[in-house]
């Protein structure tokens, strides 16, 4: 098999020839790095790479027979740069950390390395990972590859953007406000934020912070319940982190299980959705009838989402970067800086308030899948935007009232504590990617993935990946 014929493969595709001895995990990290040259340059997804390290842990992980080597068995993963890899440059956006080298991996990261993963590069992220368009003073903007004039929103813009143009088979995300989901939708892959406790990882500011996820990305369902199975069981070092099931993710994405009702909605009853989105979404959900399910209109009252996020997005803040306001001020975007003030004048009853809120809501979801087994929603409210405005001010002739409010209709599902993905379903007139969200009740990623799966057979819609970057020029 030629380069190209490997890039093109599925992760799934991939792990049965390293199992089968087809290729070597060496093989695929210098098949990864040709392709990193040739393509990064003009979509500046990978900023940090560690090919060094990536190949000592291929030759280490090579002594083992192969059938000891883990659910993915070598296969190259780029981790997002908010998390720590160890011995490697980890930014976090911010020139603040900008020549921070941790000397211990993130729980997250070592999971992923006992299970097989070989960790060859950061991809990167907005400062902080804060905005759902990936910039940074460090390295500068990732570009969309459909048009590389576009944002490849964010902040795990650069994990979509590697996936879109072959420089991964997998990559890890994080998702608080959709920030695995929107870079999903953006750039035409998969990405899904699992439950709370679902993947482990390292606490930092507090114990129990379960707005922001770390989760999977890939190109396609099984891809990403592969890496699930991979991220996923229970850490001493994590409280919250929950146990391996019986049966796999993997399994579950191939069970061809259908699920019986299905709601769709167009703007979950909160925020304006570009009508060219909406209606690709609606018609992708609609083919849920062609697996014999029953599709609705309706969706659970998150009417109190707007101000419960805002709080406890801010009151996060404050506790994680207080400290670095304090110190780093004028180091700090604007948006960062708000956002921490916010937090910081907070008072105990906005705090209380938030909580209930969150509290109803999840409650609400809860009872709601009782009678529907998926929730189908846009991922984002608008085709992918331009890469010189910093976020979405306003669509269909709303204007929001701050640089995170456009985010509702995937923050409102992390309220909710319900796993989500985003899924190709169309493209715009332009030629622009389209992904819609899926839903499930907390803990039903396996429910989730299967009905993933069958409506991404219904629509075949999958995106050619990986591509090469195109310019306007393109028409796209």
Known sequence: MNQQELIRESACGIVKKLTRGEVTPLDLLDVLEKRISDVDGEVNALPTLCFDRARQSATELMKKPI?????????????????????????????????????????LVERLEENGALIYAKSNTPEFGSGANTFNEVFGATLNPWDTSRSAAGSSGGAAVALATGMAWLAHGSDMG????????????VGLRPSIGRVARTPKSKVDATLGLPGPMARNVEDVALMLDAMSGQHPGDPLSLPKLANSFLSAARSGKKPRRVAYS??????????????????AAERFEEAGAIVEETHPDFAEAHECFHVLRAFDYAIEMGVLLRKHRELMKPEVIWNIEEGLRLTVEQIERAEIQRVAMSARAVQFFETYDLL???????????????????????????????????YAITLACCPALSLPCGFTESGLPVGLQIVASPGCEAQLLAGAKVLEDVLDVRPTTPIDPRGTESGC
Do not use: M
């Not at 979950?268 to 018609?283: E, N």
């Open 178 to 189: 959709g920030s695995l989901r929107n870079p999903a939708s953006f750039c035409g892959i």
């Open 266 to 283: 167009p703007d979950l009853g909160i925020t304006p959705v570009d009508p060219q989105v909406a209606a690709i979404t609606r018609a």
């Open 67 to 107: 059938a000891e080597r883990g659910h993915l068995a070598g296969l190259p993963v780029p981790i997002k740069d908010l998390t720590d890899v160890s011995g490697v440059r980890n930014t976090l956006g911010s020139p603040i950390f900008q020549d921070n080298i941790p000397a211990r991996s993130d729980i």
């Open 376 to 410: 189908l929603t846009p991922a984002t409210i608008v085709e992918p935007f331009a890469i010189q405005n910093r976020y979405v001010s306003e669509c269909a002739g709303k204007t929001f009232d701050n640089y995170v409010q456009w985010l509702g209709i995937a």
